[in-house]
């Protein structure tokens, strides 16, 4: 069975400039969380989709937004990109309800 | 205060020996708890998830929650070089966002 499928592995953009990162979901997964794991801040929640809607959003700021598409993939986009915003992002998935979370490898955005 | 806190380590064990990696929290509303493995350069692998007090045992690794106390703990017994990692508990409540500790970074010498 393919695990959380995360792209790319890498991207390195520019301060201001938008960046966008995908997942796919474990298949039979319809839920989707994004976290930020930051240097020295541990991993912190983003967003989370569940069938198609955004059910919770972290404590970041509305440039981070993202979407869940009908086949449960999800992209997460960030707008007006900062230097903090350098990070690992990963994506998770589970089963609809209070079941496991599932890891990918993630990506690791690098802002210059 | 962080709602979930777990000591950083480093944390440095000979080969064989039993590692305990501990967890505290203060949102009693946590229901679900889970241990996570993170090689480098790699994302969290889950390897136990438990929603009441008590044991829960899946071969070196055992979990343990005190929910009275707000404390998680997981051991591993026979410890290997492979175990080599840092080591992130994590906790929710219901159907929520996971809350991470800052995890603890392990590393078992030959």
């Known amino acids: 069975e393919a695990g959380v499928t995360q792209s790319p592995t890498h991207l390195i953009k520019t301060r201001g400039q938008q960046a966008t990162l995908r997942c796919s979901p474990i298949?039979?997964?319809?839920?989707v969380y994004w976290y930020q794991q930051a240097l020295g801040l541990g991993l912190q929640f983003l967003l989370w989709?569940?069938?198609?809607?955004?059910?919770n959003r972290g404590n970041f700021p509305p440039r981070f937004s993202g979407r869940q598409f009908p086949n449960y993939s999800s992209e997460l986009n960030v707008n007006a990109l900062e230097l903090e915003d350098s990070a690992l992002y990963l994506c998770?998935?589970?089963?609809?309800?209070?079941?496991?979370?599932?890891f990918g490898d993630g990506t690791r955005l690098s802002i210059l | 205060q962080k709602e979930v806190e777990q000591d950083p380590g480093p944390l440095s064990v000979p080969e064989g020996a039993i590692v305990s990696l501990n967890c505290t929290y203060s949102?009693?509303?946590?229901?679900?708890f889970m241990w996570y493995r993170q090689y480098s350069r790699k994302g969290p692998e889950l390897l136990m998830y438990?929603?009441?007090?008590g044991n829960k045992e899946d071969g070196r690794f055992t979990a343990q929650v005190d929910k009275s106390s707000k404390y998680i703990s997981l051991f591993i017994r026979d410890s290997q070089p492979s175990d080599s990692a840092t080591y992130l508990c994590?906790?929710?409540?219901?159907?929520?966002?996971?809350?991470f500790g800052q995890g603890t970074r392990l590393t078992i010498n030959p």
């Open positions: 298949s039979g997964h319809t839920s």
């Open positions: 989709y569940d069938e198609g809607e955004e059910r």
């Open positions: 949102n009693s509303a946590f229901q679900y």
């Open positions: 998770a998935s589970s089963e609809h309800g209070p079941q496991p979370q599932h």
């Open positions: 994590a906790m929710r409540a219901g159907a929520q966002k996971l809350v």
């Open positions: 438990t929603y009441s007090s």
